[in-house]
C-alpha cells in the first residue's frame, strides 16, 4: 500500500493583527533569519521593539503574537497572547510591550498582568516587561531609528573584507574606516546594523567622532539583556515579572509624569517621529523586506480613500 503523503502545516501565527485589528493602523516585515513569519506590530511602542529586537545582538528569533497561553484571573481562566517571543539570553521569551503610564496607572491593567507573570513564573516560563521609557532611551533610540533602515541591506564579500581588514589591529572613527577601506557611509551603516562592526551604543553615531571596531574589540553589539534592564524602571520591572507586586511609590509616581521629552513635536510623533532624510543610495531588489499585501500598513480603511475633485470657479 502507498502511504499517503502528508503535508507539513504551515507556521500560522495565533492572531493576525490586520484582521483582528482592522480599525487600527498595523505593520511589519519579514527579517531573514530571525523570522519565520512576517513580525507584526499594531502600536508605536510594538514598532519600536521590532527595530530594536532586530538590531540586537542577543536576539536569534522573533516571533510576533504567536500562541495564546492560559493564567487564572479573579478564578477564572483566562487566554493571554504574549506581544513577542523571543529567543535570546533565554529561549522562548516572552516580551509585554507597554506604555509605562498605561502599565503602571491602571490598577485593572497591572493586576492583570501580574496575574499573567505569575502564571508564567509558576511554570518556568521566562517573561519580561518592555517599555516606551526603556525603547525610546537616548541615544540609543536615535541609533535604532537611523540603523533599522539599513538590516535588510547586503554587504558585498569585497567590501566587508576590506572593512575587517581595516579594523583588524584597533578602532577607527568612520571617517577613517571610509578612506581606509574604500567605503561609503551606506556601507559603515550597513556594517554596523549586519552585526560584523559595532560602536558603543551609549553615544550617537556621528561620522566624524563615533569609533568602530570589531565585535567585543572592544565595543560591543546591542543587547537585549542591557535595555530590559536600562533605566530607573529597570529593576521595577524585573520584579513584576515575577509576578511582584513593586513597592516603589517614588516609581509608581514616576511612571505618570514620564514624558517623551526628547522627542520633539511634529506630525509624525505618533508613529515614532522619523527623521526623512535623503536616502544614501536606492535598495537594491534582494535587500527590500517582502511584505504580503494584506499585512501592509496601506490596508488601514481610508487610505485608499478617493479625494474629492476640485472645482473650478
Not at 522573533?62 to 497572547?81: D, L, M, N, R, W
Not at 565585535?215 to 520591572?237: A, E, H, K, W, Y
Request: aromatic share 8%; charged share 25%.
Amino acid at each position: 500500500m502507498r502511504k499517503k503523503n502528508k503535508l507539513k502545516a504551515k507556521p500560522k501565527a495565533a492572531r493576525t493583527l490586520v484582521e483582528c485589528s482592522p480599525h487600527r493602523t498595523t505593520g511589519g516585515g519579514y527579517y531573514k533569519g530571525l523570522t519565520e513569519l512576517d513580525a507584526e506590530y499594531e502600536s508605536p511602542n510594538e514598532n519600536n521593539a521590532i527595530d530594536t529586537l532586530v538590531l540586537c545582538h542577543d536576539v536569534h528569533k522573533i516571533a510576533s503574537q504567536p500562541i495564546e497561553e492560559p493564567y487564572e484571573y479573579e478564578g477564572k481562566i483566562c487566554h493571554y497572547t504574549p506581544d513577542f517571543i523571543v529567543d535570546t539570553f533565554v529561549p522562548g521569551l516572552r516580551l509585554e510591550v507597554k506604555s509605562v503610564a498605561n502599565l503602571l496607572n491602571h490598577t485593572a491593567s497591572l493586576n492583570k498582568y501580574l496575574a499573567i507573570a505569575r502564571a508564567y513564573h509558576q511554570r518556568g516560563v521566562s517573561f519580561a516587561f518592555l517599555i516606551d521609557a526603556q525603547l525610546e532611551a537616548q541615544p540609543r533610540f536615535d541609533n535604532v531609528k537611523l540603523l533599522q533602515r539599513y538590516v535588510s541591506s547586503t554587504v558585498p564579500p569585497e567590501v566587508l573584507e576590506r572593512a575587517l581588514r581595516a579594523l583588524h589591529h584597533h578602532p577607527l572613527t568612520v571617517t577613517e574606516l571610509q578612506a581606509r577601506a574604500t567605503l561609503g557611509l551606506v556601507d559603515v551603516w550597513t556594517l554596523i546594523a549586519r552585526q560584523h562592526i559595532c560602536f558603543d551604543w551609549s553615544q550617537h553615531l556621528d561620522r566624524h567622532t563615533t569609533m568602530v571596531s570589531l565585535p567585543n574589540q572592544p565595543f560591543g553589539g546591542l543587547q537585549l539583556g542591557d535595555i530590559l534592564r536600562s533605566t530607573r524602571f529597570g529593576d521595577f520591572l524585573a520584579e513584576m515579572a515575577l509576578g511582584r507586586r513593586a513597592t516603589d511609590k517614588r516609581l509608581m509616581a514616576d511612571a505618570t509624569s514620564w514624558r517623551r521629552i526628547d522627542n520633539p513635536l511634529e506630525p509624525w510623533s505618533f508613529v515614532g517621529s522619523p527623521r526623512f532624510t535623503a536616502p544614501l543610495r536606492n535598495l537594491r531588489p534582494e535587500e527590500c523586506i517582502p511584505r504580503s499585501p494584506q499585512r501592509r500598513r496601506d490596508f488601514a480603511p481610508g487610505i485608499r480613500a478617493v479625494p474629492p475633485r476640485s472645482t473650478d470657479c
